[in-house]
């Protein structure tokens, strides 16, 4: 459980360097974002995934 809190707070501060540190092209992939097909979201969304259990499973192993 700490772990995943870990990873929770990892992605905040991702996230938070992202629209602190560049607000306008936030908002400019967030326009992007939702003119994207839902098929296409989707498959970025579920690579993603792929990638990022594939990064803990490389770090924790």
Same mark, same amino acid.
């Given at each position: 459980?700490?772990?995943?809190? &870990? ?10 360097? &992202? ?5 306008? /092209?936030?908002?400019?992939?967030? /326009?992007?974002? /939702?003119?994207?097909?839902?098929? &296409? ?21």
């Amino acid at each position: 459980m700490r772990d995943f809190i &870990v990873a929770m707070g990892l992605v905040l501060v991702i996230e938070g360097l &992202v629209y602190g540190g560049f607000p306008s /092209a936030a908002k400019k992939m967030a /326009a992007q974002a /939702a003119e994207m097909p839902e098929a &296409v979201l989707r498959t970025v969304g579920l690579a993603a995934i792929v990638i990022g259990v594939g990064i803990v499973w490389l770090v924790r192993g």
